[in-house]
């Protein structure tokens, strides 16, 4: 047990790289050929976001019918990939938010990954409550507009406080992420050789000029937009549970969902994220940038949630028993011992069991073993949106109209289709944009601040 | 050189402190209009080049407000004012149920406006077409090196001074940044006429190409609103029978519900020997043969059965109703006429219910008796 | 031209005097000229003012023209088509009824056709006749789809050579066709007509007529299901054929002896209006009793109060042992019974019989003790496969207990059904071998299907000429030379009777929609040699004029008679019913015959929704889950559970059923209920001839049944093997063990049934409101003054015949969606029967709940949806907008009833590659109701198209709209009439008062929904007080 010395924070950039280097080594895959690695993995996700466009066209043809709802389970994999995604697109602005109030300099690193991340998880999720109708040309039906039957939506539907949420969720990401590309694009604008890079990057780098005069307000919008992006990841998900708290359906009607949704989003997201990192990482070697502290802490967090998660199941079940609500209590006895058994017991151990290894320096650090976990971790998190959907609906009040949920090979390949256009996107990103925010990490490596004076 | 105007002098140091120094000394100088540029925010250098706090919060905190205001006084305007429905039982105006959607409109114009109105509003950008722009001043800051700059309108500035003067801070290079031509244009390039035409132009191709797509390259309806519906609406073709008609003609001999066929086709003296006029001669029901026979039976027979027809001759007059025959003739008699039609005249059975015949039958009595009046009548 | 108001008036108000009437002459002036003057001169746009009226007018059309021009792809409307010369009883868009009746089956109902502009829409029950009182069975509501099924025949078709068919003209077959009649006359071969039991007075003239014409033709009419067991054993007893009409709603005590009168034995439908109508909640005291001691579990087992599994082939043992309980035991008086049968008896015992079949000793003696104790109040029915001495044994029970008190004295049923018996049918068959026969006509009968062992097939071939008349094509009709098609019933003409002194008359509500022919007018034109479309109804009114008519001695002219007679439909006289001699029973020998006993016997039983087959095509009666295993698609071999132990059988294993060396496979089904040993198979399925919906569904099981008797035997002996086949059995329901605590009796724990027995409720009115909590809401009620709709079902009456299910189907155009669809859970009846059982897997308690949308005050679905597509009227209504509906099945998930239906695919495009999307499919959708299409979500609108029709009505007579005003439709087809709907808030409403009364209760009160349909909690009349 060594002692920490926290008066000082250890750098979160390794080594002592010169400002130059990291312009260098961060925007290399930008002036690069792309290798064949990154060929054929864009080949492979193109593959799949093309089975997804099938998939999609068939449903889009003859109804959701392609698919495998029925009577009474009337959502299956489109909603459950929505929540799914939903809670991918967590992590980014959390990380970039949340770890920037808490002035947390080692999110620095991975903030614009994140966030990147965070914007295309959310397009897919986005993705799935268009389609889920089987008819998208009528998607403007959601959309509050003005009409010649001056027929407005139900503001009481938290289908429609989705549409809501996860659009501002969008933009607001969105809007996050590109402020804080401006000045690297106004430093890849000065780098660049090639006129027509040069052009594009001017373009989006909106003519920005480093001034001090400009930081100022920069910093303060950052300061502002962080302090909204963090509600609003936080409202995103209750907001999403809400479509099952809100509704009448034992199983759904329970008001622990809120945060117990919004911590299964984080676990997930940071799942998700540490996984990607430790690709790019690998692919890019940005190790010294993305260190091994930075994923051990993800690991921490991870671990962290996971609790809150099993937590949650736990109380669920407390609930329905304390309840002494009959309905509720069969519900949940069903999720355990019914048809859906098989399900219920990989999202308890996949959430709850296996996470415990990161209680473990060693396993923490290792980065064989995170990566299997949080990829364990994010198909127990695929499994809870399942259990909690279809199990519920499978089985509700009436014994004579209980079913059973079989997804179709379309709903499978609309889910294959979602990863394919997550990947295909995550793939273009990294070879346009830099992956790592360059002013950021300038400003946290050693001595980038003046040390008299210099206050935060 | 000379030619161009001067922009600035700017300076390059290496380190922070160096960069923190300068500003400092600048603004003891007494150096209005300058700026510090660095790759990243500088902690400190706020109060280095003694700048107020910004008031970027208040552009925020006004537009979220109102952003919250006008979702809530929407919603509330849909559900109470423009198009009051009865959902679930519950009142018009549902404040938890709008919440969500209030923060998140909030949430949504708040990010917005602040961003638009820093970039746009306060920044004045985009603007590609500073002086400072392609220098080896600006590729430098933007990568490694921090930049203090001294713009040439500056009431005290002199080149030759300030140059020295960044020297004396300890500016590794020193630069004089000019203008060029196009950074000196002041005309505003949205109103160059050539932008609009162009703008105008493509809208027109634009909305022409859509137009002409939608509607007439492949005109389709994924879904037809149910417009075409798989059902025989009244009077509406169909092509399943020969002869085209949705509407069938029943079967001779079947009889509806509520329906008796006239029994006496063809045979008048039997209707006039049988039919029974069982209808009284009450006021209403005389009101009804009046309308009834003003409607069917006047354009032929004139207003009171004259027989002075008000189709000028467009079509033969039939005789009186005033003459001695019809008069004799018994109500059974008309009515067969009514429901069976003579020579030219046609049947009016399906016009006419059989009360409504009756009553016309009522009606025309009373014009007989009202035409040919006798004195006793008006006593 | 401007007139004074005074003159105004003077026109509109009544004239009092001659005098002022005349005096309005400017008035009349006006009116003289039609037209105003310059009204015909031409119209010259230049020459008006500056804008004038016109001259705008005319500008503004002109425009418009021009806006039109410019947007020319907007969709075409279609044009409007009227009627040249509209006939005098159609109002457009006003429906038209016409009294007929429905010969589908033997009771022979009368029905009300429902038609729009001339074309037929939906049949209900013909409220004046006498027997079936307005209602009708679900096959008689889906012979609509019958008649415009795509694959009617539409022309005569002749077999080509290559025994392909070609089409023919009329004139060319008949031609034909009578030639060859006469052929066969003159070479003295037999003509043979196979037709089903004749109930037409007409038609057995027009039959003696054709015998008439040619000497040497033969009728043969068969039923598959007849009752000539009953019949023989009762005239053995009383010496006649005139089996009573019971009078049911009389009988305090009900034993059923495998007889399932609620859904297939008798006329049904007045036997469950009678039964039902002793099961008033407000005369507790007055319910009948019903045992049922049956074989395999049949709809009347489902509601009997008490139920015991019998095996049918020891119910003779059962009836003789009851026999002699009652008369040696007992002491009950016997006359008419001579000595032998008193020392037959003797060898028998029920407490031995009771021991030996392992009975509830009470539950029989219950039964003795009510059936002594109600003599002359209680009745035993058997069932029709009983052997004919079983029959006698019942007919001597009925005589002891007196029940013949409950024969209608007024009316007798008509024995028409022994005409042929199947030894006929035999001797038909070797005749054709042997080349005797000439000719034969299938007068729309499908022998080839129905007794396949009779091999049909081979000895047509040696037959002269064979005429299949049929409306559909058939497996007989495939082996005929000449095919005609004749008339849907919808079509025809005829007069039926099935009882002395009530003769229901049928007329045609559309004129053929193809180039077909009533059967009987073929047979006509043959006689006559000429056809005319009138003939025979022609031939019916004279025969009323001329022999009919006279014998009522009548005031009236007969035209009016006749017109009259048609109108309701029903002629009921006053005949001298036949007199019910003694009975008496001579002789021993009926005793004699002894049941050979088998371990397994297989029970052939007609269809629930298929009847014989004949009904095989139709795509509602298809999917029209039994009522019993809400299984749909398919027939199945019902095993019990512990033959299915025994066996290691599992549902849908294939099974394979022997029966003296036949052979079928079968899988099978197990039944909760169903007696051991025993395997029940519902016949009318495995059509391999006929349309695209019926071909090879389920199993024709038609091949075991046993012809060596005089009546076909459905009934035998058999030996079982399990195959390693599986099969798919689709359900409607999905099925939960009995046994396994985790789902047993959910539906009892969660009050969604809620039932008790007649004593608990006599000592307890409010027994059931004991455990109910009072919930409230947050926010405040919405306000609903005025009419307000609800619902309200009795349990104590329904018995789950699903005849409301079908109702709805036809008055909403509900599609079909076929065996996968309905797997997957994709049905779309509005309506559905929720069966429950509890209780033992052998001794299952069944309880049935019609469910459907309940309209409930805070419905969860409207909260839900996004864009308030689904939201309620100020009359209480829960209402779907269709064309706003988007498909995010959020109501449906979050609808705690699951009554809503999705539009998963576009049904009518998927089923079968578009069968009911084809013409003239569209002639039988309701003009009132919208037809949705894919993506839709929908459900029961509790017919919000006659509630504004009646509003309609309501506004034109300037009244307000009443409760009673409406009917919904599973109202008006609820035979039990357990259906009431109107208006809640109308204290004197029957609705209202079923609210408010103490067995009333909502399904599921606890999550505060406030349904709007109130269940009547079911009263089971047993003598303990649980049930």
């Given at each position: ?13 390794e ?9 260098d ?8 050929k ?51 995604w ?6 980014g602005?959390l ?5 920037f109030?808490?002035?947390q ?9 994140a966030?990147?991340m ?14 889920h ?5 009528l998607d ?34 969105l809007?996050?992420?590109y ?25 989006f ?75 790019i990482?690998?692919?890019f ?8 502290d ?9 671990l962290t ?15 329905a028993?304390?309840?002494?609500n ?47 976990i949080?990829v ?18 499978s089985?509700d009040?009436l ?14 390949g609309?889910f ?41 | 050189?000379?030619?161009k ?34 790759p990243?925010?500088?902690?400190g ?6 700048l107020?706090?910004s008031?970027?919060?208040?552009i ?6 109102s ?36 923060f998140?409109?909030?949430?949504l ?12 509003v ?7 077409s ?16 921090y ?13 030759n ?7 004396s ?7 004089s ?25 493509t809208a ?18 994924p ?7 798989d ?15 949705g ?7 079947a ?17 006039a020997?049988?039919?029974?006029n069982?209808l ?6 005389l ?8 409607i ?40 067969h006429?009514?429901?069976d ?31 040919n009046?006798?004195?006793?009548d008006?006593? | ?45 230049s020459?008006l ?12 059309s002109?425009s418009?023209?021009v806006?039109?021009?410019a947007?020319?792809d ?29 010969n ?13 502009e ?17 209602k ?49 006359v003159?070479?003295n ?6 037709a ?10 027009l039959?003696d ?14 039923e ?12 053995k007893?009383y010496?006649?054929?005139?089996l ?30 009678q ?14 009793r ?40 007992r ?28 009975f ?21 029915l ?20 007196g029940?013949?008190?409950l ?35 299938f007068?729309d ?6 007794f ?13 000429i ?12 495939e082996?005929?030379h000449?095919?005609?098609?004749i ?19 049928q ?41 009919f ?13 006749w017109?009259?007679?048609?109108h309701d ?14 009975l ?25 929704n ?14 029209i889950?039994?009522p ?30 022997e029966s003296?060396?036949k052979?079928?496979?079968v ?38 049944i046993?012809f060596?008797?005089n ?22 329901q ?16 969660r009050?969604?049934?809620q ?30 003054n ?9 349990l ?17 155009n ?8 309905v ?18 897997l ?17 419905a969860?679905?409207?909260?839900v ?6 939201n ?10 269709y064309n706003?509906c ?17 539009n ?6 998927t089923?079968e590659?578009g069968?009911?999307s ?20 929908e ?10 029709e ?10 307000e ?9 599973c109202?008006?087809?609820c ?7 109107g208006?809640v ?15 009333g209760?909502?399904v599921l ?10 269940y ?12």
């Open positions: 047990m060594r002692s920490i010395d926290y008066s000082i924070e250890p750098s979160v950039v080594g002592k790289p010169t400002l130059a280097a990291i312009d080594v961060v925007t290399r895959p930008l002036d690069t792309p290798t064949t690695s990154w060929y054929v993995a864009i080949s492979i996700s193109g593959t799949m976001l093309l089975v997804g466009i099938i998939s999609l066209a068939v449903t889009f043809i003859f109804g959701v019918g392609a698919w495998g709802v029925n009577q009474p389970v009337g959502w299956g994999f489109d909603i459950v990939n929505f929540v799914f939903v809670g991918i697109g967590h992590a602005t990380i970039s938010a949340i770890l109030l808490l002035r300099r080692w999110r620095t690193g991975i903030a614009r990954f966030e990147a965070t914007i295309f998880a959310v397009m897919c999720a986005g993705l799935f409550p268009l389609i109708t089987g008819r998208p040309w403007g039906y959601l959309m509050p507009y003005p009409n010649q039957h001056s027929l407005w939506v139900n503001f009481t539907s938290p289908l429609l406080w989705d549409v809501f949420a996860v659009s501002t969720y969008f933009t607001v990401s809007i996050f992420w402020v804080g590309l401006i000045p690297d694009f106004a430093t890849l604008r000065d780098r660049a050789t090639s006129k027509i890079k040069k052009i594009i990057y001017s373009i780098s909106l003519g920005w000029r480093h001034s001090n005069r400009h930081w100022q307000h920069y910093e303060m919008a950052y300061l502002i937009l962080a302090g909204f992006a963090t509600p609003l990841v936080l409202s995103v998900h209750t907001i999403v549970s809400f479509d099952f708290a809100v509704s009448v359906i034992p199983g759904w009607h329970t008001t622990i969902f809120p945060p117990y949704f919004v911590a299964g989003a984080v676990f997930s997201g940071f799942a998700m994220v540490q996984n990607m990192l430790i690709l990482r690998k692919i070697n940005l190790k010294h940038i993305i260190t091994l930075h994923l051990e802490k993800m690991n921490k967090v991870m949630t996971g609790l809150m998660v099993g937590y949650a199941y736990a109380m669920e079940f407390f609930i028993w304390y309840s002494g009959a309905t509720e209590q069969f519900v949940f006895l069903n999720r355990a011992l019914g048809p859906y058994a098989w399900a219920y017991w990989i999202m308890v151990s996949c959430n709850v069991l296996i996470p415990q290894f990161f209680w473990f320096k060693k396993l923490r650090r290792s980065i064989v073993v995170m990566f299997i949080g364990l971790v994010n198909v127990g998190m695929w499994f809870e949106r399942f259990v909690i959907v279809v199990t519920s609906l089985r009040y014994p004579s109209s209980w079913g059973h949920y079989i997804p179709s090979i379309f709903d499978i609309i294959i289709g979602s990863f394919g256009l997550f990947f295909t996107l995550l793939l273009l990103f990294i070879k346009t944009v830099p992956v790592v925010s360059l002013s950021e990490v300038k400003a946290v490596i050693d001595g980038a601040q003046p040390t008299h004076g210099g206050r935060h | 050189m000379n030619n105007t001067l922009y600035s002098v700017s300076g390059l140091f290496n380190t922070p402190n160096e960069i923190i120094h300068a500003s400092e000394e600048t603004v003891n100088a007494g150096y209005k209009k300058f700026d510090v540029h660095s990243y925010p500088l902690h250098m706020n109060q280095a080049m003694n107020k706090p008031k970027l919060g208040f925020t905190l006004i537009f979220g407000l952003g919250a205001a006008f979702a809530l006084a929407f919603m509330w305007w849909v559900n109470v004012i423009e198009y009051p429905l009865v959902i679930g039982g519950k009142p018009l105006f549902q404040l938890p149920a709008f919440i969500p959607v209030t998140e409109v909030t949430v114009s708040a990010a917005i406006f602040t961003v638009v109105g820093m970039l746009f306060m920044f004045k950008f985009p603007n590609n500073h002086p400072l722009h392609d220098t080896d001043y600006m590729k430098k800051v933007s990568a490694d090196k930049g203090l700059t001294i713009q040439s309108i500056d009431l005290q500035f002199d080149e001074k300030v140059t020295s003067f960044l020297k801070l300890g500016a590794s290079e020193v630069f940044i000019h203008y060029d031509g196009e950074e000196l244009r002041t005309d505003n390039k949205i109103f160059n006429p050539k932008f609009i035409l162009f703008l105008i132009v027109a191709v634009v909305s022409g190409a859509t137009y002409f797509t939608l509607n007439k390259l492949l005109f389709m309806s879904f037809n609103w149910m417009v075409e519906q059902r025989v609406n009244p009077q509406s073709k169909n092509e399943f029978f020969a002869d085209g008609f509407m069938r003609e029943p079967v001779e001999g009889i509806s519900r509520g329906f008796t066929p006239y029994k006496f086709k063809g045979q008048p003296e039997n209707a020997r049988y039919l029974i069982s009284p001669m009450t006021e209403i029901n009101k009804i043969g009046k309308e009834k026979f003003e069917f039976c006047s354009p032929c027979h004139g207003n009171f059965g004259k027989g002075d027809s008000r189709l000028k001759g467009q079509f033969p007059n039939p005789p009186t109703l005033h003459s001695e025959k019809v008069r004799t003739w018994s109500d059974g008699a008309i009515f006429v009514i429901t039609g003579q020579n030219v005249m046609p049947s009016h059975a399906q016009q006419i219910s059989i009360e409504e015949r009756w009553a016309v039958v009522n009606y025309i009595r009373v014009l007989q008796s009202a035409v009046a006798k004195e006793s008006l006593k | 031209m401007s007139k004074k108001p005074s003159e105004q008036n003077s026109v509109n108000s009544h004239w009092k005097s001659i005098g002022e009437y005349q005096d309005s002459s400017s008035i009349v002036e006006i009116k003289q000229n039609e037209f105003i003057n310059g009204a015909t001169d031409e119209f010259d746009v020459e003012p500056i804008l004038s009226r016109r001259k705008f007018l005319a500008l503004l002109a418009a023209a806006t039109v021009t947007c020319t907007y969709r075409d409307k279609g044009e409007i088509v009227p009627y040249t010369n509209k006939p005098e009883e159609i109002t457009i868009g006003k429906a038209n009824y016409y009294a007929s009746t429905c589908l089956c033997k009771q022979n109902c009368g029905i009300l056709v429902k038609t729009r001339g074309r037929p829409i939906k049949i209900d029950g013909n409220p004046d006749h006498p027997v079936n009182k307005g009708i069975c679900n096959k008689g509501q889906a012979n609509i789809l019958n008649l415009y099924d795509p694959e009617r025949l539409r022309h005569p078709i002749e077999k080509a050579t290559n025994s392909s068919f070609i089409e023919k003209n009329w004139e060319e077959v008949d031609k034909k066709i009578i030639e060859k009649l006469k052929q066969s003159s070479a071969k037999e003509i043979a007509l196979v089903h039991t004749n109930y037409s007075p007409s038609a057995k003239k039959f007529g054709f015998v008439k014409v040619f000497p040497n033709a033969k009728i043969y009419t068969y598959l299901f007849s009752e000539a067991n009953k019949l023989l054993a009762w005239q007893c010496g006649n054929l005139n009573p009409v019971i009078r049911l709603n009389e009988a305090k005590i009900i034993l059923s002896l495998d007889s399932d009168f609620l859904a297939t034995d008798g006329s049904v439908i007045e036997n469950i209006r039964f039902t109508q002793q099961r008033d909640i407000d005369s507790p005291n007055d319910f009948n019903l045992y049922v001691i049956e074989g395999r579990m049949s709809l009347t087992g489902m509601n009997a109060d008490y139920r015991l599994r019998l095996r049918p082939d020891f119910q003779f043992e059962f009836a003789m042992s009851l026999l002699s309980e009652l008369v040696l035991n002491g009950l008086r016997t006359n008419g019974i001579d000595s032998s049968v008193l020392s037959e008896l003797k060898k028998y015992s029920l407490i031995d019989f009771v021991k030996k079949h392992s509830d000793p009470n539950s029989i003696n219950n039964l003795v003790g009510d059936l002594i104790a109600n003599q002359g109040k209680s009745i035993i058997g069932g029709n496969s009983l052997s004919e001495q079983t029959h006698i044994v019942l007919n001597i029970l009925n005589d002891v207990l029940s013949s008190k024969y209608d004295e007024k009316s007798s049923q008509m024995s028409f059904q022994l005409e042929t018996s199947s030894n006929d049918i035999n001797g038909l068959v070797q005749k054709m071998g042997k080349g005797e026969v000439g000719a034969v006509i007068y009968t499908n022998p080839t299907y129905h396949p062992s009779l091999d049909f097939a081979n000895q047509l071939k040696k037959v002269g064979s005429i299949g008349l049929t409306e559909s094509k058939n497996e007989t009709s082996l005929c000449y095919v005609l098609p008339n849907n019933l919808l079509e025809s003409w005829g007069d039926y009777q099935t009882r002395s002194g009530i003769i229901s008359l007329q045609p509500v559309i004129s053929p929609i193809y180039k077909t022919r009533q059967k009987e007018s073929i047979l006509l034109t043959w006689l006559t040699g000429s056809f005319d479309e009138k003939n025979y109804h022609e031939f019916i009114r004279q025969r009323w004029e001329k022999e008519y006279p014998s009522l001695k009548l005031l009236s002219d007969f035209t009016s008679f017109y009259a007679s048609l439909g029903i002629v009921t006289v006053t005949e001298n019913k036949p007199q019910t001699n003694k008496s029973i001579s002789s021993d020998s009926l005793f004699t015959r002894e049941v050979k006993q088998n371990n397994f016997y297989v029970h052939l039983v007609e269809g629930q298929s009847s014989d087959g004949r009904f095989a095509n139709n795509g509602w009666l298809q999917e889950p039994h019993v295993s809400k299984i749909v698609w398919d027939n199945y071999a019902a095993v019990s559970p512990k033959t299915a132990k025994e066996f290691k059988l599992e549902d849908n294993d294939v099974i394979e059923i003296d060396d052979k079928i496979s899988p099978c089904f197990i039944q909760a209920g169903q007696s051991d040993g025993l395997i029940s198979i519902e016949l009318g399925y495995g059509r391999t001839v006929c349309g695209e919906v019926g071909k090879n569904v389920g199993v024709n099981a038609n091949a075991l046993n060596s008797d009546s076909p035997i459905f009934y035998l002996p058999a030996s079982i093997s399990k195959t390693s086949r599986k099969y798919n059995l689709v359900t409607a999905e099925h939960h063990a009995l046994d396994d605590e985790f789902v047993k009796d959910i539906h009892r724990k009050k969604i049934i039932e008790g027995t007649v004593q608990q409720y006599l000592n307890d009115p409010k027994f059931i409101q004991k455990e109910k909590h009072d919930v409230f809401s947050i926010t405040n009620e919405v306000e609903y005025g009419l307000k709709w609800g619902m309200a079902i009795d104590n009456k329904c018995i789950g015949c699903s005849g409301c299910v079908s109702a709805c189907i036809s008055e909403n509900i599609p079909v969606v076929g065996k996968e669809q797997e997957k859970g994709r049905e779309m009846h509005w309506m559905r029967i929720d069966r429950y059982y509890s209780g033992t052998d001794e299952p308690i069944v309880s049935n709940q019609p469910m459907l949308c309940q309209h409930c005050d805070h969860p679905c409207e909260n949806c996004p864009v308030a597509a689904t309620h009227s100020p009359d209480g209504l829960n209402q779907m907008a706003r988007v498909g995010t099945r959020y109501c449906s998930n979050n609808c705690p009833y699951k009554v809503r239906r999705f998963f695919l576009d049904f009518r495009e089923f590659e069968y009911y084809q013409q003239p499919i569209s002639l039988l959708n309701n003009p009132e109701v919208t037809v949705r299409s894919r993506g839709v979500m459900k029961c609108t509790f017919c919000i198209q006659r509630i504004m009646a509003r309609q009505i309501a506004v034109e007579e300037g009244r709209l009443k409760g009673i005003d409406v009917m919904t439709a109202q008006v087809a035979p039990s009439l357990a259906i009431e709907f208006d808030n109308d204290p004197n409403s029957i609705v209202s008062m079923l609210r408010k009364h103490e067995l209760y909502h009160e606890e999550i505060n929904v406030r349904p709007n349909v109130t009547i909690a079911k009263l089971r009349n047993t003598h303990s007080e649980e049930v």
